[in-house]
Nanobody, 126 residues
């Protein structure tokens, strides 16, 4: 059974940093896209970042590019999201996600991801 478990959320002031981690179990995702999505209250879930380690590819939403960094640790079967220069509008529940297989492109659609974590709350105060 595949499980994704997020950790590292919390409360931070604007301009601060947080690092989220997602530990996968049940299978490895070395060749599969792993991603972070987020959902703020009253809003739809949105793509944040993704990584495909086997083809050295990362992708970011325009709203976080230059501030967030996604990385993959194959030895630990984890994916992390380093978030710097946080803004109040980054406040959301952040979800880790993974695909069953790589389709040749990095999808920004939550519909294409097969496995999901339970979510981690990130709150940025102004």
């Amino acid at each position: 059974q595949v499980q994704l478990v997020e950790s590292g959320g919390g409360l931070v002031q604007a301009g601060g940093s947080l690092k989220l981690s997602c530990a996968a179990s049940g299978r490895t995702f070395n060749t599969n896209p792993m991603a972070w999505f987020r959902q703020a209250p009253g809003k739809e879930r949105e793509f944040v970042a993704a990584v495909v380690w086997s083809v050295s590819t990362t992708a970011y939403a325009a709203s976080v590019k230059g501030r967030f960094t996604i990385s993959r640790d194959n030895a630990k079967n984890t994916v992390s999201l380093q978030m710097n220069s946080l803004k109040p509008e980054d406040t959301a529940v952040y979800y880790c996600a993974a695909q069953n297989y790589y389709k040749g492109y990095v999808s920004h659609s939550s519909d294409d991801y097969n496995y999901w974590g339970q979510g981690a709350q990130v709150t940025v105060s102004s």
